[in-house]
């Protein structure tokens, strides 16, 4: 069992190494994590700019919309990508399960989404002047352990759905920013119809938001923080069940249909 | 009968450029959206540009700097670029990405016509999506049109899709010649953001940032579509609408001299079948 665990984790962590350096030079890659969230942070910081005390929640929820972004265009394709290299054949007949490999890919498209917070708050603290704090940086880094979990076994869903249904691939463009609009990201849900927020309670990306406005420049109730920890540690445990389901189911679907190299 | 002759060839030679024109840029616009599907054209034209209104508008509310109909318009006009920009560049670079271009380049057509065509359809596309944003602000965000006289308002939206359009016909010809063009488009539509006075006011800019609003697309027909719908007159608007148009036409005829430049670089090299 141990050294199955072992196995795995150095089989995802290598993935994930890899993906890096593949991601670095992808210039694609680098508009959705770094330059669009940023432009977005300097819109928001700009606009906003008579409100210092809310740029901490642009950088904040810039960064989100490039973790969702990086979701939608990236990890989506994580399944997808190994089949355009033409390594999906090999990675399926090796004993590893495909979900460790995927599970690394997401790890570092995650990882390195999180420049565009880093990016956000170096902007935003070096040539705007403001002064960046994180009010409660005790939740806020576990906040964001539990985000970028979440987030990562989110991914897993995502990529064999991107699979088993190319329509959704296709309507990736849509996915970007009514996420963004109802998740709070850059402005508080309040704002919007009352009708519109148990949509946003069902949304995961808002409950991480959530929980990381509010440690970072809400009042850091505790209640609320430990709240969105709990709800995404539960949809943790339901992506990674369900996508070990959705991933035999394609698995299977791809060996009878002959179709696991084919676009 | 010798003047008849040379009347008959010219009159056979527009027609021919104008049945080119048409079919050329019907073909390449349906060519498009049955490659990229309808699930495709609603994610991209109709969801995403929607909600991106919906997002710079709570934006801008949470902000407090300007009014609601401030951002609605602003964002409803700038929905123009993803038709002029991606959807241009889209059908000029398709003819790479699909192994056409080489029989582009040896037919004996004109390549002014061809050119032009791309965008055509996108200029009308474009001015429907407009539409939809301005349609989807006065019914959800409550953007009030009472003032605006519609022709104007229509002057204003097809000003701001030729501009943009002028500038995908560059960016498509660039496409051409690079594999990273999605990263420009990209960029280039979020700068709109930032710098066409959508979502901050051109008062409130610094001198630098106005000064690329100048040179970029839909600065002046964002700020005509919002004199409009404060009840303005075509005397308020003529002046940005004739410069916008211009700066289109601009971009277009730079981006056609590109597109010579690499046919001819294409035929000195022996390489157009290779592009």
Redesign the interface.
């Known amino acids: 069992m141990l050294q199955t665990t072992r196995q795995y984790t150095r089989t995802a962590l290598m993935a994930a190494e890899v993906v890096l350096k593949e991601m670095a030079v992808d210039?694609?890659i680098?508009?959705t994590i770094v330059?669009?969230p940023l432009?977005?942070a300097?819109?928001?910081l700009?606009?906003?700019r008579?409100?210092p005390d809310?740029a901490i929640y642009v950088v904040v929820g810039s960064g989100m919309s490039g973790l969702w972004s990086s979701m939608v265009f990236i990890s989506g394709n994580s399944i997808n990508a190994e089949r355009w290299t033409g390594t999906l054949e090999m990675l399926v007949a090796m004993p590893t399960p495909l979900y460790v490999v995927t599970a690394g890919r997401n790890l570092a498209h995650v990882m390195q989404s999180l420049l565009s917070m880093i990016a956000a708050y170096a902007v935003a603290s070096l040539f705007m002047g403001y002064a960046l704090d994180i009010d409660h940086p005790l939740l806020f880094i576990p906040s964001l352990f539990f985000t970028v979990v979440a987030f990562i076994s989110f991914g897993l869903i995502m990529a064999p759905i991107f699979i088993l249904s190319p329509?959704v691939d296709?309507?990736?463009?849509?996915?970007?920013?009514?996420i963004?609009?109802l998740c709070g990201f850059?402005?508080?849900i309040a704002?919007?119809p009352e009708w519109t927020t148990p949509f946003s309670y069902l949304l995961t990306p808002y409950w991480a938001a959530r929980a990381l406005h509010e440690s970072a420049h809400g009042g850091g109730d505790v209640g609320v923080v430990l709240a969105s920890w709990a709800i995404l540690l539960l949809s943790t445990v339901i992506y990674v069940a369900v996508s070990r389901r959705l991933f035999r189911v394609i698995l299977r679907r791809v060996r009878e249909d002959g179709t696991l190299g084919l676009a | 009968m010798q003047r008849t002759t040379t009347q008959t060839g010219l009159l056979y030679t527009i027609i021919s450029n104008l049945r080119m024109f048409y079919e050329g840029s019907r073909l390449s616009y349906i060519a498009l959206f049955h490659w990229l599907r309808p699930s495709t054209y609603l994610a991209s034209k109709i969801i995403m540009p929607l909600n991106q209104i919906l997002f710079f508008t709570f934006l801008g509310e949470f902000s407090g700097q300007n009014t609601r109909d401030f951002y609605v318009i602003g964002n409803a006009v700038q929905m123009a670029a993803i038709s002029g920009i991606y959807g241009v560049t889209m059908s000029i670079g398709g003819d790479r990405w699909a192994g056409t271009l080489p029989y582009l380049f040896g037919a004996p057509s004109s390549r002014l016509v061809m050119f032009l065509g791309r965008a055509f359809f996108h200029i009308l596309d474009g001015a429907v999506g407009v539409i939809f944003g301005l349609v989807l602000g006065v019914l959800v965000l409550g953007l009030d049109l009472s003032q605006a006289d519609p022709l104007l308002l229509l002057l204003a939206i097809i000003a701001a899709t030729i501009s943009s359009s002028g500038l995908g016909l560059l960016l498509g010809s660039v496409s051409l010649v690079t594999v990273n063009v999605w990263f420009f488009n990209n960029t280039l539509y979020f700068l709109l953001l930032l710098f066409s006075g959508a979502n901050i006011a051109r008062d409130d800019m610094p001198a630098w940032m106005v000064a690329v609003g100048d040179i970029l697309p839909l600065t002046r027909s964002i700020e005509a579509a919002r004199r409009v719908a404060a009840g303005g007159s075509f005397d308020d608007i003529s002046g940005l609408l004739t410069v916008e148009v211009l700066l289109g036409l601009f971009y277009a005829s730079f981006g056609f001299t590109f597109f010579r430049w690499i046919e001819f670089q294409a035929r000195r090299r022996g390489t157009i079948d290779r592009m």
């Open positions: 210039s694609f680098m508009f330059i669009q432009i977005i300097l819109l928001g700009w606009m906003l008579d409100r809310a329509a296709q309507f990736k463009n849509g996915l970007e920013f009514p963004f609009v850059l402005f508080p704002l919007l």
